[in-house]
């Protein structure tokens, strides 16, 4: 290729569209200072406005995750933070965050975007390597994620599985469509929520926010097998006995484990 000259590639440059350069920096609101006379106000000392409406009925609990677009500003306009100037949504506990998080998100129904106003009792003070004082974001809630919970027979496998010949056990809670199933070669895309048998939540596609890829021979091997019982649109529960499982692997989860896989699609046959 024929190197452009200094002045060719400056002509090019000034061709081509700013968003090409631009780093998506939100603007500052214009009240950003003090709440406005039309904020509503809780009993905590939370205020709030809505920006944009979302849409149905249905509010995020403490114990949800929720996915989430924002920016933090102080209340002399200084930007401190931004998944929409990283690019990137955010997905956390309602349970894990501060008091103003907490409580204003679940005011929230999805596609809503909210600004917030948080005073310092309900955000950082005093806490080191914070912003102080009244804390201002704009929030835009994405999605609700409810985490499943623990299955009322994560215990021991109920008298109505099926089990393989290797000790598989499993019950159809969804059934699927279809009669296509995935090779011990392929490739899926799935939610899933693994648990102990003593009932703890280990891992969650969905709690993290979004489907998994998984190449079946990359996988333990009751997933293995599992899956490829499955047709798309199935979700199963399945009980994985130990040696199926991670075997005594350091830092994962040990004994039997408890799954339950919903498969979206056979991304590879």
Request: charged residues 20%; proline residues 9%; neutral net charge.
């Amino acid at each position: 290729m024929r190197k452009l000259s200094t002045a060719a590639t400056a002509a090019l440059l000034a061709l081509l569209p700013l968003s090409v350069f631009a780093q998506t920096t939100p603007a500052v609101p214009p009240d950003v200072a003090a709440p406005p006379a039309d904020a509503q106000v809780t009993a905590s000392g939370l205020a709030s406005k809505v920006i944009t409406p979302g849409t149905g009925t249905e509010h995020p609990t403490l114990q949800d995750k929720v996915k989430v677009h924002y920016s933090g500003w102080t209340t002399d306009g200084k930007l401190f933070d931004s998944s929409v100037e990283r690019g990137k949504p955010i997905v956390f506990g309602l349970d894990r965050v501060i008091a103003g998080w907490s409580e204003g998100v679940q005011l929230m129904v999805k596609g809503e975007k909210r600004r917030l106003w948080i005073p310092a009792k309900l955000a950082y003070e005093g806490k080191p390597d914070r912003p102080q004082g009244m804390l201002v974001f704009d929030v835009e809630l994405l999605d609700i994620l409810h985490v499943p919970q623990a299955p009322p027979d994560v215990a021991a496998p109920p008298a109505d599985v099926q089990t393989s010949e290797s000790g598989l056990a499993w019950k159809v809670l969804t059934p699927g469509t279809g009669d296509r199933h995935v090779s011990k070669s392929g490739a899926v895309r799935v939610h899933y929520t693994g648990w102990t048998t003593d009932g703890k939540m280990f891992d969650s596609s969905i709690a993290k926010g979004a489907p998994a890829f998984f190449e079946l021979q990359k996988v333990i091997p009751g997933w293995t097998e599992g899956l490829q019982l499955m047709t798309e649109g199935e979700t199963r529960r399945f009980w994985i006995p130990k040696k199926l499982a991670y075997r005594g692997l350091p830092d994962k989860p040990e004994g039997m484990l408890v799954f339950d896989i919903q498969l979206l699609e056979i991304v590879r046959p």
